[in-house]
């Protein structure tokens, strides 16, 4: 009697605990990290398909509706090229000024530059990059008027570019406080005229590394050859990864998405890279620096003593095995500027302080 007077309460317990142990399973479930794995970037982002390097488009145009900003070249004699430009310009449509009346002040010319997808046909757009030729002192409120594009000086135009202008954030190499007002870009500015020259599935043999790196194209081999079949991928050298694919038509196309769709860990390349415009630095977290002594200018930088809190502009001082990251705090602290935190990492590489490629952009 006493049994079957409990036996529900014992049910139902268990009932609650297992709901408690299944309700804690999923919420830590979401809690925990994804598989490391899934994290790994794919195949496409690490390779490029071979012959399917970017194009790379230039074009000198003219940038209008600026507020008397632009160049400050005077008609007359001696003219500069913004003057010839819009007489030029003009001329196309049928208006003749002379040139010697001209005087642009709301015109700068510029030089357009970008880089498409040899698949992009005709009618895609795409990003382009407009930077300042002449002595205009901004290209703020500018308007870019339609420029022809070329993938080889001298060859036809494939594509043109217009719109207005979308100027670049940062700051100035002469004046660190003010914005970089001569160069920017207009997003989807550009579009393709004529379909450029493209490879064919039927050409894409190899897998090209977007970073050569002997490591990552044996991780690359392996796991194609793991997914898709032993002897699919060979490795060539540090930069490229033969494949072997005997499908044609939709089959080879299905293969070659699967493929580019595989996640690989790459070989991470020991490197810091340094804005020598505003001092942002990127890097492992995994990279130290080991002893060393750097004096740039009113800076010393040292490392293998114990930290100081009291340090100046001066005299910056960091213990042995300190990382990157500590050190481009402590530089950043005392007020440090981008030029010279640039000039100390590349001192500390070249002394063997920093076992890292130093990238300075």
Request: proline fraction near 6%; aromatic fraction near 2%.
């Amino acid at each position: 009697m006493i049994y079957r007077v409990h036996c529900p309460r014992q049910r139902r317990a268990r009932q609650r605990i297992v709901l408690w142990l299944t309700l804690g399973a999923f919420l830590l479930g979401l809690l925990l990290p994804r598989d490391a794995r899934a994290q790994d970037p794919r195949i496409r982002d690490l390779t490029l398909q071979q012959g399917a390097a970017p194009v790379r488009l230039v074009g000198y145009g003219l940038v209008v509706g600026l507020d008397g900003t632009g160049d400050r070249a005077m008609a007359g004699r001696g003219m500069g090229q913004t003057v010839l430009s819009i007489a030029n310009l003009l001329r196309r449509f049928q208006v003749e000024v002379p040139a010697e009346v001209l005087q642009p002040r709301n015109v700068a010319a510029v030089m357009v530059t970008a880089e498409v997808s040899p698949f992009l046909r005709a009618g895609g757009r795409f990003d382009v990059s407009v930077a300042s030729l002449g002595d205009a002192r901004s290209l703020k409120g500018g308007v870019l008027f339609v420029t022809p594009l070329l993938a080889d000086v001298g060859g036809p135009a494939v594509a043109s570019a217009q719109g207005p202008m979308l100027l670049s954030d940062g700051s100035s190499p002469r004046d660190l406080t003010g914005p970089v007002e001569t160069s920017g870009r207009i997003p989807q500015g550009g579009m393709i005229e004529l379909d450029l020259p493209r490879p064919t599935l039927a050409d894409d043999s190899k897998l090209l590394l977007r970073e050569p790196d002997l490591a990552t194209a044996s991780r690359i081999a392996s796991v194609i050859d793991s997914v898709i079949g032993k002897g699919t991928a060979t490795v060539e050298d540090d930069g490229a990864v033969a494949l072997a694919i005997t499908a044609s038509g939709t089959e080879r196309a299905a293969t070659l998405a699967r493929i580019r769709s595989l996640r690989v860990r790459p070989e991470r390349a020991a490197r810091v890279v340094i804005d020598g415009r505003d001092g942002t630095i990127v890097a492992g977290g995994d990279l130290v620096l080991s002893e060393a002594l750097v004096s740039h200018g009113p800076v010393t930088l040292t490392i293998g003593q114990p930290a100081d809190s009291t340090a100046t502009r001066g005299d910056v001082r960091l213990p042995n095995g300190v990382s990157v990251q500590r050190v481009a705090s402590a530089l950043h602290a005392v007020q440090v500027t981008p030029g010279e935190i640039a000039a100390i990492f590349a001192s500390l590489k070249e002394v063997g302080a920093l076992a890292a490629e130093v990238i300075v952009r």
